[in-house]
């Protein structure tokens, strides 16, 4: 098992090496595409963005992406910089502490479309991606136990008989290729064989071949048995959006986000029905914008919060546009709170305390555009932070009468340091696991919406 930081660290990799970097190269040209994989990327490079490959030394190094990569008998841990202390050692505990943060983060996305079946984590002795796979299979296989979905689906088939409506311009062909014995008909039928058990026989099948804990495998394997006289197709996560439920099968809804999250953000190879690459990525830069505004819409019911707001534009032309990443009602008074995943210092000694310039360029755009008097700019606490920076500027804007736009800079804290200690009980859900980090979220955002307004 190698573990990668962001940006961060280094591993060496030298057999697999080449055959790793080919592999990554073909799955990068023929991925899904998603908006979690940046269009820029996509506009500037046709080179794969997972992992740097330094040829001189032949190491590997972490991208921007979190999650994990299998390939053939080495798993790789792709882990948020906010966790990384240079020169530390890290223990199979302090994975599996950095694990639960993610999980606690997921539970708050919207886009990432995680589900909120979380109980029972703390029992599972897995890394992140299998405690993800155990929660979709417990699941899904407890709901198979009762129902199976199924549902009317229109069906176009050739008969020599009426069923349903024929389809006169498919018959007409038929006659004139003397065919008028085959009747081409449409009709409707109850059937298990449909859309969204296929899709979850695809998700189902991908897992069990990525999975190497036998209770998911037993899991998945009998979801698979259940499913048998469905056919294989391969999914896309655009499918899922598509897939209805009506109110006797609501209970399916968390399955079909379980499916689209691993088809999203899922890439897998196989050459010869031989199982050879597996990654579930996640862009951590989105994860954290999502959880604070997820965080701050179920946790602060006195904050009105609405995500990535459009409409404004930096031109008179329309044609850049600003959409900063949330915008907030708080007392009637609004404001903005943009989030920015980048790693700053406690350096008493610069006075930029690591704000880049064009962030602040960005804020005060919006300032104008949205004409708002108040900023916040968001950034995630990190392992080595001995504290939580905050400070202010004001900025005069001379082409309105010196009206002052105030912008707030902050860390949110992002860490619960009790779960790195050696004997921790992991035995709990992660709401308990979480609650004190809950708690001082919650603090620290009440003193920047309510006290800086007074």
Not at 40 to 58: A, I, V, Y
Not at 398 to 403: D, H, L, P
Not at 407 to 435: D, G, S, T, V, W
Request: hydrophobic fraction near 40%; charge should be positive.
């Amino acid at each position: 098992m190698l573990n990668l930081f962001e940006y961060q660290n280094k591993a060496q990799l030298n057999e697999k090496f080449d055959k790793l970097e080919e592999f990554l190269d073909d799955i990068w040209q023929r991925r899904d595409k998603s908006p979690y994989f940046y269009a820029e990327d996509e506009n500037r490079s046709e080179q794969q963005q997972f992992l740097q490959f330094l040829h001189k030394t032949r190491e590997i190094k972490s991208n921007k992406y979190v999650g994990l990569i299998i390939f053939e008998d080495k798993r790789i841990n792709l882990l948020p910089k906010i966790f990384y202390a240079s020169g530390r050692e890290y223990s199979p505990n302090d994975i599996k502490a950095i694990h639960s943060h993610i999980l606690w983060y997921l539970s708050y996305c919207r886009k990432i479309k995680f589900p909120s079946y979380l109980t029972g984590l703390g029992t599972a002795k897995a890394d992140f991606f299998e405690i993800l796979i155990y929660l979709f299979a417990r699941y899904t296989h407890n709901l198979l136990q009762n129902s199976i979905f199924q549902h009317y689906q229109q069906v176009h088939s050739q008969l020599s008989y009426i069923k349903g409506r024929l389809d006169i311009q498919k018959y007409s062909q038929n006659i004139a290729y003397g065919q008028w014995h085959k009747l081409p008909v449409i009709y409707v039928n109850f059937v298990m064989d449909n859309d969204f058990n296929r899709i979850l026989k695809y998700v189902t099948k991908l897992l069990y071949n990525a999975s190497q804990n036998a209770q998911n495998k037993r899991l998945l394997s009998e979801i698979l048995f259940v499913l048998d006289e469905v056919d294989e197709t391969r999914a896309r996560p655009h499918k899922c959006k598509d897939i209805r439920f009506n109110p006797m099968f609501a209970d399916f809804e968390t399955v079909k986000a379980y499916c689209r999250l691993f088809l999203e953000h899922s890439i897998s190879f196989n050459y010869k029905d031989k199982f050879r690459l597996f990654a579930f990525l996640l862009p951590m830069e989105y994860v954290f914008e999502d959880f604070v505004f997820g965080f701050i819409d179920r946790e602060m019911p006195q904050v009105r919060a609405r995500a990535q707001v459009k409409g404004k534009t930096l031109d008179e032309q329309g044609i850049f546009s600003l959409r900063p990443d949330i915008l907030l009602s708080v007392y009637g008074q609004k404001i903005i709170a943009d989030t920015k995943y980048k790693v700053i210092y406690n350096d008493s000694s610069d006075p930029t305390a690591g704000i880049s310039q064009s962030d602040l360029y960005q804020m005060v755009s919006y300032a104008i555009r949205y004409n708002v008097d108040k900023i916040f700019l968001l950034y995630p606490e990190t392992f080595t932070s001995s504290k939580l920076n905050e400070s202010s500027l004001t900025i005069a804007d001379e082409f309105a009468s010196g009206r002052k736009i105030q912008i707030h800079i902050a860390q949110i804290p992002m860490i619960n340091r009790r779960l790195f200690k050696q004997h921790f009980n992991f035995n709990q859900n992660l709401n308990q696991i979480f609650e004190p980090l809950k708690q001082k979220i919650l603090q620290q955002l009440n003193h920047l919406f309510f006290e800086t307004l007074n």
